[in-house]
């Protein structure tokens, strides 16, 4: 990682976080924002054990809904950063 840019790369994956961008070979990879700041946060705090109150407060951390609607969102971002990362493992570079 360089701590000027602050990119972090994993296989054929580069995450910007200056501009807010996943590379996949150097080609955008389309992700929606909470699904971009969910993939950073981890990212950022990958090697540490994150525990789910961590991970809402610093996703949401204005929120003053249920905690089942919150952690339900963070399953659907997961899963649609998953999926995003899986079409892009599929598309031909």
């Known amino acids: 990682m360089s701590e000027s840019a602050r990119i972090y790369a994993f296989g054929e994956f580069q995450i910007v976080l200056e501009r807010r961008e996943l ?7 389309d ?6 700041d969910t993939l950073a946060y981890l990212v ?3 090697g540490w054990v994150l525990e ?3 991970l809402l407060r610093a996703l ?4 003053r809904i249920l905690a089942e609607i919150v952690s339900s969102s963070v399953r659907f971002a997961f899963k649609r950063c998953l ?8 598309s031909p570079q």
Do not use: G, T, Y
């Open 52 to 54: 789910k109150d961590e």
């Open 83 to 90: 999926l995003a990362l899986i079409e892009a493992l599929r």
């Open 44 to 46: 950022e705090n990958s």
């Open 31 to 36: 992700l929606k924002p909470k699904c971009f």
């Open 23 to 29: 590379l996949r070979n150097e080609a955008p990879v």
């Open 60 to 63: 949401w951390p204005d929120s």
